[in-house]
């Protein structure tokens, strides 16, 4: 029986050895990985980079893909990388995520309402507005190096699901007063 439980003993030496090295391992690629991210040749690679990340930068050096500035309104600016295929809704996603990374790196986390910023503002490129989430963007002009602005989104009083909305709240109130 004491045969059993010293082999028992060893196992778990092992265990706990492979766990050690493991641990070791992670724990050297983390520092590689985080002196490689410091590095300022590799300063647009996001903190906690996703292989679609990488992928796009890539893409991006292979002339697969194109940088876009975004100027927001307060005048400030940040570049996003999209695929040369992109259309307007893939621009607002990669705006969306890298504005959520850099608020969760400046300030910790903090709550932005897409939905709120989608219904009343919209991306225009040369004065023209970014309607059409299907479109692509070099059907739109957007190239490499583009500039893309934030603008206020406004909607003819006819057109566009908008209008239809505000009036149907219109009516619902309306309709709790009576």
């Not at 695929?83 to 709550?111: F, P, W, Y």
């Not at 040369?126 to 583009?146: F, P, T, Y």
């Amino acid at each position: 029986m004491e045969s059993s439980s010293s082999c028992g003993a060893k196992e778990e030496e092992v265990e706990v050895g492979d766990y050690n090295s493991s641990t070791m391992k992670k724990a050297r690629l983390h520092s590689t990985l985080t002196a490689l991210l410091d590095d300022p040749i590799l300063a647009d690679v996001p903190k906690k980079p996703t292989l679609s990340d990488v992928d796009t930068l890539i893409s991006l050096e292979m002339g697969s893909a194109m940088r876009i500035s975004i100027l927001k309104l307060d005048g400030t600016s940040f570049d996003v990388a999209v695929m040369n295929s992109a259309t307007v809704k893939d621009l607002k996603l990669a705006i969306k995520k890298k504005v959520n990374d850099m608020e969760q790196s400046n300030l910790g986390h903090r709550h932005i309402s897409w939905q709120h910023v989608w219904a009343n503002y919209c991306l225009s490129h040369q004065n023209q507005k970014l309607l059409d989430e299907n479109s692509a963007l070099q059907d739109c002009g957007v190239r490499n190096n583009s500039q893309v602005q934030f603008v206020p989104f406004v909607l003819s009083k006819g057109s566009g699901k908008h209008s239809k909305r505000r009036k149907h709240r219109i009516f619902r109130g309306l309709s709790k007063l009576a």
